[in-house]
């Protein structure tokens, strides 16, 4: 039997940063990856050997801009390790029926000298919308790189700028009243309420979207901010996939003494008198933590498949009903569409240029469309009349990702996990058959063709990805790739449940991180960042909290002393 000071569940991103920091911090750690690479939701693999050698597809997660907002790739000097991140200009390219198109370049003024060619009156606006969520997004960036009750480390992040940037948006009763009205409402009355043209309004729809929910939906306002993150820090994809970041990760891990494991499915989290002591993987084989055991996996799948129901009950006698019942999924997640080309997509009727393809593509005819998008799967049905869409063209931008000359494209299409109708069918009840999702799929690439007519006539092979299949690949509850829905109601202190919200369990020694913790799903680090924190003070709590206390005050004396 193995030994370790801490075993992770899992080797996804945030699994991977918070081995490293404990690493750093002289613990041993082991991680148990359940696929035969590690990554999770961010690996970039060679999906199709036989039909297209040499392509490498990214299988979940391809454009990164939350891990710039935190300091995760300089504090553990990922470029050392084969970490480089590519910036993408322009960033969005979404071209309208009427023969307009929104162009988003990183720069606002090019972005907004665009919009000016159809609407000199959102131009304008544009400028206005970008500077308030950047200073938003500014203000918020102190509570995201701390855990959701830790006071001394939220203060300690913020500097001068971003004080300033607070006090801008809440600094009066009435902005901060205005302010809670505008996370309350949603990101389509956001919209509406800066904007008059639909070959801007959609796109915008589309990227808040992202979120996973309609753009009506109130409480998720905030996802208005995505467009103005493209502007700053900027939109940028690893050199190499998305799977160039957990390698990175891993050659890090393993160079502080980290053991990754794969092909290791956890079984059973081994609890001794209400403290978690190891794990049980598939075949019997168990591994013990003397410090505490991470999971890098959701809090439902943890308590009520991996933990004994008596052990869950002794700690918390609430808890496995509150995971069932309040834990919110809404059944939409994603069909993923991955191809092999010849050439680039050519956008003909939209003043083609090979630059439009750097960034993310999106078919968003009108907000209505999104709506449908996004709304039809929370009830079962796959919304194929008119289909929306987000794709990227990565070798665009890094052709290494294919053999010279070729390239891929990566689909992502918003679908149910649960058909309606269709129960007790199909992959684990879900009505997903092969079959079926070809056929989605066909009839989104048939939308995309109307834009760019050679996607058909350039396609080398195709690889369709299920809801279904996609969950299953990941061990994402209903395909959820967030772990769990990022509304309001399940953000900050309230992500997963308020009771779990700071990466502590009531079971002693037990933690949480990934997707499913604050400050949510992307590639960002911060779970992984934020729980090793958690971690390191439960084992030290008064010399870290100290040590917290004194970081806090140097950084906020810098701050200042650098802006007088």
């Known amino acids: 039997m193995e030994t370790y000071d801490v075993v992770i569940i899992g080797a996804g991103h945030n699994g991977l940063v918070c081995a490293a920091y404990l690493l750093k911090a002289g613990y041993s750690v082991l991680l148990l990856e359940k696929r035969s690479v590690p990554g999770g939701a961010a690996t970039t693999e060679e999906a199709l050997p036989k039909e297209a050698p040499g392509f490498k597809f990214n299988l979940c997660a391809i454009d990164h801009e939350f891990i710039h907002l935190g300091p995760v790739v300089e504090e553990l000097e990922l470029q050392k390790y084969g970490l480089e991140y590519l910036y993408c200009d322009p960033v969005v390219f979404c071209p309208h029926p009427d023969g307009k198109y929104f162009l988003g370049h990183a720069s606002v003024e090019k972005t907004c000298a665009e919009i000016a060619r159809y609407n000199e009156r959102d131009a304008k606006k544009y400028a206005e919308y970008t500077d308030f969520w950047q200073r938003v997004l500014n203000a918020m960036i102190p509570m995201f790189n701390a855990p959701p009750k830790s006071i001394v480390d939220i203060v300690g992040n913020y500097d001068f700028q971003k004080l300033k940037d607070l006090f801008s948006v809440i600094g009066s009763a009435d902005k901060t009243l205005d302010f809670i009205r505008t996370m309350l409402t949603s990101a ?9 043209s639909e070959f801007l309004k959609a796109p915008l729809a589309r990227l808040a979207s992202e979120l996973g929910a309609p753009p009506s939906q109130k409480s998720i306002a905030v996802g208005a901010i995505m467009m103005a993150m493209r502007h700053n820090p900027g939109m940028a994809r690893p050199r190499g996939g998305t799977g160039a970041l957990v390698k990175a990760l891993v050659n890090l891990v393993t160079s502080l003494g980290g053991k990754v494991l794969t092909d290791q499915h956890v079984e059973k989290i081994l609890v001794d008198d209400g403290k978690a002591v190891g794990v049980r993987v598939g075949g ?32 918390d006698p609430d808890l496995k009903e509150r995971l069932e019942r309040r834990i919110v999924n809404n059944n939409e997640t994603i069909l993923k569409i991955d191809l092999a080309m010849d050439e680039p997509l050519r956008f003909v009727h939209h003043d083609h240029k090979d630059e439009y393809l750097i960034g993310s593509v999106l078919i968003a005819d009108s907000v209505r469309q999104v709506e449908i998008a996004h709304s039809d799967p929370s009830v079962g049905k796959i919304p194929l009349e008119d289909p929306s869409m987000y794709l990227v063209q ?31 069918t199909g992959l684990h009840g879900t009505g997903w058959t092969d ?47 967030y772990h769990i829905d990022m509304t309001l109601d399940q953000m900050v202190f309230f992500r997963p449940l308020p009771e779990l919200a700071n990466y502590k369990t009531p079971i002693e020694g037990l933690f949480l991180t990934g997707a499913g913790t604050h400050p949510g799903g992307s590639i960002s680090g911060m779970p992984g960042r934020n729980c090793a924190r958690v971690f390191l003070h439960a084992q030290q709590p008064l010399a870290q909290t100290l040590k917290d206390a004194g970081n806090s005050f140097k950084s906020t004396v810098a701050s200042v002393f650098k802006t007088s």
């Open 188 to 196: 389509e009355d956001v919209i509406n309420e800066w904007f008059d």
């Open 394 to 424: 990565p070798t665009m931008l890094d052709p290494s990702m294919a053999p010279p000359g070729k390239h891929t494209v990566w689909i992502e299409y918003f679908a149910p996990y649960q058909i309606a109708g269709a129960e007790g």
């Open 284 to 315: 019997g084989t168990e591994y013990r933590a003397t410090k505490g055991v991470i999971s890098n996996i959701d809090a439902k799948r943890l308590f009520l498949q991996l933990v004994d129901e008596s052990d869950v009950d002794a700690a």
């Open 435 to 481: 079959d079926l999702k070809n056929k989605v799929a066909d009839r989104v690439i048939d939308k995309l063709a109307d834009y760019a007519p050679n996607v058909k006539t350039a396609t080398i092979a195709r690889r369709v990805e299920s809801p279904a299949e996609l969950g299953e690949r990941l061990g994402a509850y209903k395909g959820n790739y």
